[in-house]
C-alpha cells in the first residue's frame, strides 16, 4: 500500500470521526449527557493502536497490553525527554506528523510531535453555545511577535483566518499593550466590532482595567468573552463582565491535545469531552481524588496518534467535581504544580489555592502583579499600582498571607512587570527548592 493511499485512510478515518463528534458533542452541556459508550470505544481504539504503534514502551514499562488505562503508568515530560525513541510511533507513513513546542511560560520548555486532531470541532462546539452565528467576527488577543514597521506605525494586529473559526479571524498581540499603546488596541476593536474576544486573562483583565479607568465604552455589543492559557481568577472574570457587559467562558487545554474543557454557565465549572481525552485528577501517591478536593490533572489523549500521551501528567492542578455519564466536572483549575510557596519551615503552600480561595479587594485596585520568592517563610509582591491603590490594600494582602499560610509579605512598586516571550503573566517566581 502506497504512502499517499495510507495518509488518505488516516484523513478519511478523521474526517468521519469530525463528523461523529460534531453530532455527539450538542448533548455535552446537558446534565443527562451519557458518553460512556462513545468514550469506552475511543479508549479501546487508541491502546489497541499504542500496542502496535510503540512496542518499545510496552516492553520497559512490562505491559502487554490486556490491561486497563488504570493500570498503565503515570508519565511526564522527563520520561518523553529521557526516551524519545520509545515515544515514536512506528507508523509515520500512516499519519500527518507536526512538530509542537509548549511549556515556555514555565520555564520548562518540551518539544514533542502531534498528529492532526479534533480541537477545531471541539472549538466549534464552544463558540455555537457563546452564540456564534456566521459573519460574526473574533478577536484573538495572544502574544503574537509583530515587525518592527507595524508595531511603529501602531499596528498591533494580524489577521489571523478569514474564516473567523475556530481560533479566532484576528490576533492582537498583548506583547505592545502598555498604558501608552492601549487606546490604538480599543481603536482596532471600535474598526473591527467583533462580536467576541478569546485570549490570555491578563490581556483582556488589562484591556478592561484600561476602559474602566478611562471612562470607555465600547460602541457595540459583545456576546461573550473566551479566556484561555492562564489561570483565571474570580475577581478577572467578575471585572471582565462587569466592564465590558458580558459574559466570560472559561477554555482548558493543552498543545498536547488530550484534555479539551470549557465552562457553560455562571458557576464556570468545567466540564471535559469525553471525545477528546480521559481526565483524572491525582493526589501525591496517585490515587483519585475525592469530589471537592485537589490534585493534578492526568490525561490521555484519544486522537494524538504521533506520541503516546497515556495517563500524562499536565502539572496542572483542580479541584474534582465528580464524573456522571461518562464527563469530568472540575470545579476550578488552579494553575501549575509549580506554582508553590514556603513557609520558614519548609511546607508547601499553592499559591493559586492561596489566591483563588479568597476574595481581596486590593486586585480591583492594581493593574499588575507578581510574587518573587527567595527566603523560606517570606514573598516580595511586585505591584503596578492602578489609581484607587492604598496603604488599605497592602495591608489586605500582608495579613491574609500571615494569616492563612504564616508568609510574611514585603512589596516593591513598579511601573510594569514583563510578560513571557509567548506575551502571558507570569505571577510566581520561585527561587527555592522543596526542602
Known amino acids: ?69 488504570e493500570n498503565y503508568p503515570v508519565i511526564g515530560k522527563k520520561d518523553m525527554q529521557d526516551h524519545p525513541g520509545m515515544f515514536a510511533t512506528k507508523y ?14 514555565t520555564g520548562t520548555p518540551f518539544g514533542f510531535r502531534i498528529s492532526p486532531n479534533h ?5 466549534e462546539l464552544l463558540w455555537n453555545y457563546m452564540g456564534y452565528k456566521k459573519g460574526d467576527k473574533i478577536v484573538c488577543i495572544n502574544g503574537v511577535a509583530l515587525p518592527q514597521d507595524k508595531v511603529d506605525n501602531h499596528i498591533f494586529y494580524d489577521i489571523l483566518s478569514p474564516t473567523q473559526l ?27 466590532r467583533p462580536a467576541f474576544l478569546r485570549g490570555y486573562t491578563s490581556a483582556v483583565y488589562r484591556l478592561a482595567q484600561y476602559a474602566q479607568q478611562h471612562d470607555l465604552t465600547l460602541g457595540f455589543r459583545l456576546k461573550g468573552v473566551q479566556l484561555t492559557s492562564e489561570t483565571t481568577f474570580a475577581y478577572q472574570i467578575d471585572y471582565i463582565e462587569k466592564v465590558f457587559q458580558t459574559k466570560v467562558y472559561l477554555q482548558y487545554g493543552h498543545t498536547e491535545a488530550a484534555v479539551f474543557a470549557c465552562t457553560y454557565d455562571e458557576s464556570h465549572r468545567y466540564r471535559c469531552s469525553p471525545l477528546y481525552g480521559h481526565v483524572e485528577v491525582l493526589n501525591e501517591q496517585g490515587e483519585h481524588v475525592k469530589e471537592g478536593e485537589t490534585g493534578e490533572v492526568v490525561v490521555t489523549s484519544y486522537s494524538n496518534f504521533a506520541m503516546p500521551f497515556l495517563r500524562y501528567r499536565t502539572g496542572d492542578l483542580a479541584e474534582y467535581g465528580g464524573t ?5 466536572t472540575l470545579n ?14 519548609g511546607e508547601k503552600v499553592f499559591l493559586t489555592a492561596l489566591i483563588f480561595g479568597l ?25 503596578v499600582k492602578g489609581p484607587e491603590y492604598s496603604a ?40 527555592l527548592e522543596e526542602r
Request: proline share 2%; aromatic share 18%; charged share 25%.
Open 1 to 69: 500500500m502506497g504512502r499517499r493511499l495510507r495518509e488518505g485512510l488516516f484523513w478519511l478515518d478523521y474526517y468521519l470521526q469530525d463528523i461523529w463528534m460534531r453530532t455527539a458533542l450538542k448533548k455535552l452541556f446537558r446534565e443527562d449527557a451519557d458518553f460512556t459508550r462513545g468514550e469506552a470505544f475511543l479508549q479501546k481504539r487508541m491502546l489497541h493502536y499504542c500496542k502496535k504503534a510503540y512496542p518499545d514502551y510496552y516492553r520497559y514499562y512490562s505491559l502487554d497490553g490486556s490491561e486497563g488505562l
Open 92 to 105: 509515520t507513513e500512516w499519519i500527518s506528523v507536526h512538530a509542537a513546542t509548549t511549556g515556555g511560560s
Open 119 to 123: 480541537d477545531p470541532v471541539h472549538q
Open 166 to 192: 475556530p481560533y479566532g479571524g484576528y490576533s492582537l498581540s498583548c506583547l505592545y499593550l502598555t498604558e501608552e499603546s492601549a487606546g490604538y488596541y480599543f481603536a482596532f476593536l471600535e474598526k473591527i
Open 324 to 328: 456522571k455519564g461518562g464527563v469530568v
Open 332 to 345: 476550578k483549575v488552579w494553575g501549575r504544580t509549580q506554582d508553590i510557596i514556603y513557609t520558614k519551615s
Open 359 to 383: 476574595h481581596y479587594k486590593a486586585f480591583s485596585n492594581i493593574r499588575k502583579w507578581k510574587i518573587i520568592q527567595k527566603t523560606y517563610g517570606e514573598v516580595e509582591f511586585l505591584i
Open 392 to 431: 488599605k490594600d497592602e495591608e489586605e494582602l500582608r495579613e491574609s498571607f500571615h494569616r492563612h499560610a504564616d508568609i510574611g509579605v514585603g512589596f516593591q512598586y513598579v511601573s510594569d512587570i514583563a510578560l513571557t516571550r509567548a506575551g502571558k503573566s507570569m505571577f510566581l517566581e520561585q527561587y
